[in-house]
């Protein structure tokens, strides 16, 4: 038993001296989420540390839960429980890292769903629904930020902490569990013995937040909720929903009528809106399984899903893109004025590219850092500006490539002082300079070794050097 012990002991310490915490990404009551690395492979890695010393009973129920499902449950559209080791008074849980989440895909409107996109992770998350209710297990907080995404493409479940299982008759559990807005109607009705249904329940809210791109029932408090719901769907009776009156926390609600989600839904097609609509039954007893979802004709009429590797993606900004960021917003703001704006527009007029509205945005950090680096030897982003001309006025006015290759103008790089410096010392009117830059589409900083460089030598007047070609 000594031996067995010290074995253990010796395997729980090799586990904690092969991860290493990088930086805090997620915090709740219990736990808190690290991005971390394997030292051994260079893997990274999710680390849920939960703070098993603020329990007056030792471990939390819902970490002895969620453990116990992740390593019963094994599917690829559920996140994988890697390693479990103790340190100190914490308990912590070795999870496969994914990059983003469903709710940050639909929050980024830089992202255009397709049907195909929608179908493909309704698709992922029901099999691994259907996998979890096969095992009889219930996972009670289904929603977009528990749905991750990897860079793969692949959709995985996570967060088990609120795990249950479920099938016995007569057992009684608590009502108080899913996030509001994807909490089904019998339990905010006070419902202690329920099943699947409340998980299809919130599956249905999801697959409606993917089609309008906004949450489906946002209420602001429980009986707000149920307000909510009922005007979107109709108020049930007991004929559309037989029991509902004898549920614990049952009260009357103004009778709405029900609403057609044609109405709403105005793009979804038929077999995708009878599909939302068996999700979102009132009688649990009658709304669609996560098995039977996944035979229904949506799965398997067009469009097809979208394939893994062409489904939206979503990159997380680190802390240190937030920053900067920030910094290039408010030089953005400082430097780029209504009048400068206007002083462009008026050169670009003056050199014959009427029609056109400049619009002033800063690059992307890193592309700006790269720039930076490259050309000037400094890893400050603050100097850089990115001009981008949209045409606003006259459609069509775009002046035609001059090859094949010159198609996609792209993004303007010019630090303002140095364009400015360089028209002073070589005595040239920055007018003459400005819109040449513009419709070349390309810029070289001073200080740019460019002996090499074909795309510099195509746009740089020979006789001045000038960084940014000739005058029209």
């Given at each position: 038993?000594?031996?067995?012990?010290?074995?253990?002991?010796?395997?729980?310490?090799?586990?904690?001296?092969?991860?290493?915490?990088?930086?805090?990404?997620?915090?709740?009551?219990?736990?808190?989420?690290?991005?971390?690395?394997?030292?051994?492979?260079?893997?990274?890695?999710?680390?849920?540390?939960?703070?098993?010393?603020?329990?007056?009973?030792?471990?939390?129920?819902?970490?002895?839960?969620?453990?116990?499902?992740?390593?019963?449950?094994?599917?690829?559209?559920?996140?994988?429980?890697?390693?479990?080791?103790?340190?100190?008074?914490?308990?912590?849980?070795?999870?496969?890292?994914?990059?983003?989440?469903?709710?940050?895909?639909?929050?980024?409107?830089?992202?255009?769903?397709?049907?195909?996109?929608?179908?493909?992770?309704?698709?992922?998350?029901?099999?691994?629904?259907?996998?979890?209710?096969?095992?009889?297990?219930?996972?009670?907080?289904?929603?977009?930020?528990?749905?991750?995404?990897?860079?793969?493409?692949?959709?995985?479940?996570?967060?088990?902490?609120?795990?249950?299982?479920?099938?016995?008759?007569?057992?009684?559990?608590?009502?108080?569990?899913?996030?509001?807005?994807?909490?089904?109607?019998?339990?905010?009705?006070?419902?202690?013995?329920?099943?699947?249904?409340?998980?299809?329940?919130?599956?249905?809210?999801?697959?409606?937040?993917?089609?309008?791109?906004?949450?489906?029932?946002?209420?602001?408090?429980?009986?707000?909720?149920?307000?909510?719901?009922?005007?979107?769907?109709?108020?049930?009776?007991?004929?559309?929903?037989?029991?509902?009156?004898?549920?614990?926390?049952?009260?009357?609600?103004?009778?709405?009528?029900?609403?057609?989600?044609?109405?709403?839904?105005?793009?979804?097609?038929?077999?995708?809106?009878?599909?939302?609509?068996?999700?979102?039954?009132?009688?649990?007893?009658?709304?669609?399984?996560?098995?039977?979802?996944?035979?229904?004709?949506?799965?398997?009429?067009?469009?097809?899903?979208?394939?893994?590797?062409?489904?939206?993606?979503?990159?997380?900004?680190?802390?240190?893109?937030?920053?900067?960021?920030?910094?290039?917003?408010?030089?953005?703001?400082?430097?780029?004025?209504?009048?400068?704006?206007?002083?462009?527009?008026?050169?670009?007029?003056?050199?014959?590219?009427?029609?056109?509205?400049?619009g002033v945005s800063f690059s992307g950090d890193r592309t700006v850092k790269r720039l930076n680096n490259q050309y000037r030897g400094k890893n400050k982003s603050t100097d850089i500006l990115s001009f981008r001309f949209a045409e606003a006025i006259k459609p069509g006015k775009l002046p035609e490539?001059?090859?094949?290759?010159?198609?996609?103008?792209?993004?303007?790089?010019?630090?303002?002082?140095?364009?400015?410096?360089?028209?002073?010392?070589?005595?040239?009117?920055?007018?003459?300079?400005?819109?040449v830059l513009y419709a070349h589409g390309i810029c070289h900083l001073l200080g740019y070794d460019h002996q090499n460089d074909k795309d510099y030598a195509q746009v740089t007047n020979p006789s001045t050097n000038a960084p940014f070609g000739e005058p029209t």
């Open positions: 038993m000594t031996s067995l012990r010290t074995h253990a002991e010796q395997h729980n310490t090799d586990l904690y001296r092969d991860y290493k915490k990088d930086r805090k990404v997620g915090e709740g009551a219990y736990a808190v989420v690290y991005l971390g690395t394997q030292l051994s492979t260079k893997k990274t890695v999710a680390i849920k540390k939960i703070k098993i010393g603020q329990f007056k009973d030792g471990l939390d129920m819902s970490a002895i839960r969620e453990v116990k499902t992740l390593q019963e449950l094994r599917h690829p559209n559920l996140i994988e429980l890697m390693e479990v080791y103790f340190h100190k008074t914490n308990l912590n849980l070795v999870l496969e890292y994914l990059e983003s989440d469903l709710e940050m895909i639909i929050k980024d409107k830089s992202i255009l769903f397709m049907p195909g996109d929608v179908k493909h992770w309704m698709l992922m998350t029901l099999r691994g629904l259907d996998h979890c209710h096969r095992n009889w297990i219930l996972h009670r907080d289904m929603k977009p930020n528990n749905l991750l995404l990897g860079r793969d493409g692949q959709l995985k479940i996570a967060d088990f902490g609120l795990a249950r299982d479920f099938g016995d008759r007569g057992r009684q559990l608590t009502a108080q569990v899913v996030t509001r807005w994807y909490r089904a109607p019998e339990l905010l009705f006070g419902a202690k013995e329920y099943g699947y249904g409340i998980d299809i329940w919130a599956v249905g809210c999801i697959f409606a937040e993917l089609l309008l791109r906004n949450p489906y029932l946002p209420g602001n408090a429980d009986m707000d909720q149920l307000d909510t719901i009922f005007r979107a769907l109709g108020t049930p009776t007991e004929s559309d929903w037989p029991g509902v009156q004898s549920l614990p926390n049952y009260m009357q609600f103004k009778q709405y009528p029900k609403t057609p989600l044609k109405l709403l839904f105005t793009a979804a097609g038929a077999d995708t809106l009878e599909l939302l609509e068996s999700m979102l039954i009132y009688d649990p007893n009658r709304r669609i399984s996560a098995r039977e979802a996944l035979l229904h004709p949506y799965f398997f009429n067009k469009p097809r899903p979208t394939p893994l590797e062409n489904l939206p993606k979503h990159v997380r900004e680190t802390p240190e893109d937030v920053k900067q960021k920030r910094k290039a917003e408010a030089f953005v703001h400082k430097i780029c004025r209504p009048e400068v704006k206007a002083q462009i527009e008026m050169m670009l007029t003056a050199a014959g590219y009427k029609g056109w509205d400049v490539p001059r090859s094949e290759d010159d198609k996609n103008l792209g993004d303007l790089f010019v630090s303002m002082r140095y364009v400015e410096k360089w028209c002073q010392e070589h005595n040239v009117a920055i007018e003459d300079r400005l819109p």
